[in-house]
């Protein structure tokens, strides 16, 4: 009878846990996004959550690296499994080393808007603001020269459009991107017919105001958003302001949004209007019989 010798290779024990620490930190990403998407906890105890599970990913990363230089020099097993806790790593803390590094590159802000003397104001939104978010107010003159400075194509939209078709395009494009709209308040022109006419001239002119709430794509933060159709001699005037409730830099994604949004409303304005059918052949030839005279 033959008996068959098994020479069992010995595994880095490194590049286990390597791969453990990895796919743990995996799970537990996709846990703490939901929770933070889902707005089940404070949003403090949902972000302790996944920087948990980010350092994780690092610590797997510095596992796969010791396994790698145990299993070179002494010629054991466990290479695949080092490399894998190395990618799944990798592929975790890629993303926020990115956020991290345009962290870096742009100014600490979180509140954009296309009017810094007279921004738009948020009302609706304020009462529905936790306690623990940035505050309302906007910040001021350095704010704005920062913005300037980082974003000086942020700039409000001038039309020869109606305040209310103004209104009316910016409503389409927020209710295409799905956002919660809190408030609106469509714009009021009409002037009060004058009995006197050396009576002061005083209007009922009232800006056009939507305030709705957004959302980040991946984690789902929920930034406040109010658009403001002012009426001008020439047509209307389109304000935008976008501000982040939690952190004290939106990476550049305010001003990203407000430069979406007057683009898409600017694209809205200057479509051409839709087409009218033509009326059938029968309609046109009872259209084109004139009813003969008497």
């Known amino acids: 009878m033959r008996h068959r010798i098994f020479n069992e290779q010995p595994i880095s024990q490194l590049a286990v846990w390597a791969r453990r620490l990895a796919f743990f930190s995996l799970v537990a990403t996709f846990i703490a996004v939901i929770i933070v998407r889902s707005g089940a906890l404070d949003i403090v105890p949902a972000l302790s959550t996944l920087a948990g599970a980010l350092v994780l990913a690092v610590v797997a990363i510095l596992f796969a690296c010791g396994a790698g230089i145990v299993i070179w020099r002494h010629g054991i097993g466990g290479g695949r499994y080092a490399i894998t806790g190395l990618c799944i790593g990798a592929a975790l803390i ?7 590094a345009k962290a870096y590159r742009l100014p ?44 000086p194509d942020i700039e409000p939209e001038e039309t020869t459009a109606t305040p209310q078709e ?45 305030e709705a709430v957004a959302r980040t794509p991946i984690l789902g933060f929920r930034d406040d958003v109010v658009v403001r159709v002012r009426p001008t001699a020439d047509g209307a005037r389109i304000d935008v302001r976008s501000a982040s409730r939690y952190g004290r830099n939106d990476l550049g994604t305010n001003a990203k949004r407000v430069r979406n949004l007057i683009d898409d409303i600017d694209d809205v304005l200057s479509a051409p209007p839709p087409k ?6 029968q309609q046109r030839q009872a259209a084109g019989k004139a009813p003969a005279k008497r």
């Open 108 to 151: 600490a802000i979180y509140d954009i808007t296309t009017d810094p003397i007279d921004p738009p104001q948020f009302d609706a939104i304020a009462r529905l603001r936790p306690r623990d978010a940035n505050p309302i107010a906007y910040a001021g003159l350095y704010t704005a020269e920062q913005q300037n400075a980082a974003y």
């Open 276 to 281: 009218k059918p033509a009326p059938p052949p």
């Open 94 to 100: 890629a993303y926020p080393l990115y956020l991290g």
């Open 166 to 210: 103004a209104y009316d395009a910016a409503m389409k494009v927020i209710t295409k991107r799905r956002w919660r709209v809190v408030d609106t308040r469509p714009p009021q022109t009409a002037l009060p017919r004058l009995i006197d006419a050396h009576a002061p001239q005083t209007s009922s002119v009232r800006d056009g105001i939507i």
